[in-house]
């Protein structure tokens, strides 16, 4: 392909097609690698092949496929794809994608020492024996017959993803990556050739790859570019470097940041602005002479999307969880239609979790196939929450006449107390969506209503006594003096609050019966607690509130029963609420069946509404 000078650019739209290899992405859009939970045994499922098929139905341009090991030493997770088994499910990937134009590259890859011993029974490999700072598991340091296995997986994987057609492969040097452990200086300490020359092995990589792939299928790289550990790990500067010495050997490469020290700078939630890699891509582009580089990194937003392109930061962009909230982005920007908001708030899209739940979006839970005809039907929906808004849509959007009823001045409900909270805003965006499809649907909105009844009832959570946090996400007053949060779910309400407070320089003391604080945020976790700590917030963990009363709450040792004392004017439950009172004959659904998330909360609204279309509604509309 003709390449263009770094420095100058031709103005591209988001939307226009990307020639790579001689191969043409009908858009400069990619869904990026990412796990999935969907596979049957180490091999493709057919959830696979339904799932990245929407997303080139929707118009994406390059759909890139789960990680597959390309050595049975690695298993990283249960349902972790194997590049041996995957031939048949690349294969219908494939035929299911190429249709709408989208190219699709098998994601080729080994974890190393961020993978587990668990599952495989065999010791963890790496480029020295440094323990994963996460796992604490001692890797074995692989001798030259290991590596030539390495590099032998990379080729007959390869050859396995040509056999499917694949449009090209990609090799994993990102965060979890055994490639990227190579490259870094924390974690290769080899005397070797491999750590005299920290680049060999991914150039071996490289090299086996492309002879099975050949020069017509495209060969791309996802290269960790900033392990945020500046004293030893891969700089910007360093991976400049390898951009420009490896860039000739690759038709695309995909610039991303993270490590073994850093894992959720990844995929962050909403507490990184999004397009983070934004500088660092742009200095990778300059020194890639002419090889298409791709933005990765919370990019979530077309407008934004569509800037990077503009100014010259990337020849393409990485939307993965903007595609998973809505699938038919790429569609829906060249109809100028507005896209369903991604919250940026990782609560289902990553699922490396032992329950192995597949992969969902709190916007877009579930796709459960065509909805049955309402045209005619008359359906009135009590609640305009996330639960209610969500129903609503789904049935007007099924052709049913639909009365929406809600008792406060505004839609949104929860959704509104939720964007309250550090790193939640885009909750709000989401609310701003939801409320603006059931207008264009023509749904028939009654604000500061009450009703007895409807075919569907989201009238949300009841609740309990006292100051709760969703008070001070609603901007109630609180007393003078140290607040105690009494964190029970270790889940972002606590956490957020107590940071919320903080920030207002209040004095905090966050109370959980966890050995952590905000057990339950998963990626969050360290970043979580780092800010908490910056904040100046008490974190008292493994306690139990007891009593709070004449300025002194009352905790005692989960594990012994010890109690001690600390300063409290004012306890905030950061507690569930109060599941709602819901009268007989309608379809409940979210907060007023039992106070959980925003997906739960989307997913029954969305199944309520198949259910009134599936029975048929009773008609409680007034004319």
Request: hydrophobic share 45%.
């Amino acid at each position: 392909m003709r390449r263009v000078p770094a420095g100058r650019h031709a103005l591209t739209r988001l939307t226009d097609p990307l020639v790579l290899a001689g191969r043409t992405a009908p858009s400069r859009v990619l869904f990026g690698p990412h796990e999935t939970n969907l596979a049957r045994g180490r091999a493709l499922s057919a959830r696979h092949v339904a799932h990245y098929a929407r997303r080139a139905a929707g118009g994406c341009g390059v759909v890139v496929t789960e990680t597959a090991s390309v050595h049975v030493s690695d298993h990283p997770y249960e349902l972790s794809p194997l590049a041996a088994d995957c031939g048949p499910g690349w294969a219908d990937v494939v035929a299911a994608c190429r249709p709408y134009g989208a190219l699709v590259l098998a994601s080729l890859g080994h974890t190393g020492a961020q993978g587990t011993s668990a599952h495989a029974g065999t010791a963890l490999w790496a480029p020295s024996a440094v323990p994963d700072v996460v796992t604490r598991e001692v890797p074995v340091a692989m001798e030259q017959p290991d590596v030539d296995a390495l590099v032998a997986g990379f080729a007959a994987g390869t050859r396995v993803a040509v056999a499917a057609d694949v449009d090209g492969v990609e090799v994993d040097a990102g965060p979890r990556s055994l490639l990227r452990q190579f490259l870094s200086g924390l974690t290769n300490a080899r005397t070797d050739g491999y750590g005299a020359d920290r680049a060999r092995l991914l150039r071996e990589v490289l090299a086996a790859v492309r002879a099975p792939l050949g020069p017509r299928r495209v060969l791309a790289l996802r290269l960790a570019c900033d392990e945020q550990a500046p004293w030893a790990g891969i700089t910007p500067d360093l991976a400049v470097g390898y951009a420009a010495a490896l860039a000739p050997l690759v038709d695309l490469l995909v610039v991303v940041r993270g490590g073994g020290l850093a894992p959720s700078a990844y995929r962050p939630d909403g507490h990184v602005p999004p397009g983070f890699n934004t500088d660092l891509t742009r200095a990778v582009r300059a020194a890639a002479g002419g090889t298409p580089v791709v933005l990765q990194g919370s990019v979530v937003d077309v407008a934004a999307a569509q800037r990077a392109l503009d100014d010259g930061v990337a020849d393409a962009v990485e939307m993965t969880r903007a595609q998973l909230a809505d699938a038919d982005l790429v569609v829906e920007a060249r109809a100028g239609v507005p896209v369903r908001p991604c919250t940026l708030c990782n609560q289902a899209c990553q699922v490396r979790d032992v329950r192995n739940p597949p992969v969902s979006c709190v916007a877009d839970p579930s796709h459960d196939g065509d909805l049955p005809d309402g045209t005619g039907r008359r359906v009135t929906v009590v609640g305009g929450g996330p639960a209610g808004l969500e129903a609503a849509r789904v049935l007007a959007s099924a052709g049913a006449a639909v009365r929406l009823v809600e008792c406060a001045d505004r839609l949104g409900g929860a959704l509104h107390a939720v964007a309250a909270l550090p790193g939640r805003a885009r909750f709000a965006d989401l609310a701003g969506w939801l409320a603006g499809e059931v207008s264009r649907l023509g749904v028939r909105v009654e604000l500061g209503t009450a009703a007895d009844g409807g075919d569907v009832v989201a009238t949300g959570a009841r609740r309990r006594p006292g100051v709760t946090a969703a008070d001070v996400l609603a901007g109630a007053g609180l007393p003078p003096g140290p607040v105690v949060v009494w964190d029970p779910v270790g889940g972002p309400v606590g956490v957020g609050v107590a940071e919320l407070l903080a920030a207002a320089g209040r004095e905090v003391v966050l109370v959980t019966p966890d050995a952590v604080a905000g057990e339950r945020l998963g990626g969050d976790l360290g970043p979580a607690n780092a800010r908490l700590a910056r904040a100046g917030v008490r974190r008292e963990t493994s306690s139990l509130l007891r009593s709070a009363a004449d300025g002194v709450a009352v905790l005692a040792d989960r594990w012994t029963g010890t109690e001690r004392s600390v300063p409290c004017a004012v306890v905030v439950d950061a507690g569930p609420l109060l599941p709602g009172e819901v009268p007989p004959g309608g379809s409940a659904a979210g907060d007023a069946v039992a106070p959980r998330t925003v997906l739960e909360a989307v997913l029954e609204g969305r199944r309520a509404a198949r259910a009134v279309l599936t029975r048929g509604a009773t008609d409680l509309a007034a004319p």
